[in-house]
């Protein structure tokens, strides 16, 4: 009954510590990401929702056996943890590693975001590296 108990224990402080610690944020500049299978990660970029344009994951698409978005949501610069400037409004891309590998992922951020974005004036690509052990 004793092991029980502990056990428990055990998993309930694991549970509230990955919960408070949540996951590991990356910004523009860390191209080179590596991750191990199950691991839940963030990718947080400059964002102003009023200019008109947004960020979405570009073709050519990241291995679906490798990495797949998780979601996504808006940073107020008050909230952004120093990533990707202090001060400035940023959007938090989430994402989780699935199996090992390696894979590459694509951001681009643009206005209409339909065949031939990365073209548009004022669109901004950037290029990661993902590696899943």
């Known amino acids: 009954m004793t092991v029980i108990a502990v056990a428990a224990l055990l998993i309930a402080v694991y549970t ?3 919960e408070l610690s949540g996951p590991e944020v990356y910004g523009p500049d860390d191209t080179e990401i590596a991750v191990s299978a199950g691991d839940r990660f963030t990718i947080e970029v400059p964002d102003d929702p ?3 344009y947004r960020w979405i994951v570009a073709a050519p698409r990241p291995d679906p056996a490798v990495l797949r978005a998780a979601g996504e949501e808006a940073v107020p ?5 120093g990533r990707p400037s202090p001060g400035q409004d940023s959007r938090a891309l989430d994402f989780e590693a699935v199996h090992p590998g390696r ?5 681009l ?3 209409r975001c339909a065949t031939g974005a990365a073209d548009e ?3 901004h690509a950037l290029n990661f590296r993902i590696t899943v052990d």
């Not at 610069?77 to 943890?81: E, P, Q």
């Open 16 to 18: 509230v510590i990955s």
């Open 50 to 52: 009023a200019d008109g």
């Open 77 to 81: 610069a008050a909230a952004a943890g």
């Open 109 to 111: 951020r643009c206005r």
């Open 121 to 123: 004036p004022g669109a």
């Open 103 to 107: 894979t590459d992922l694509r951001l």
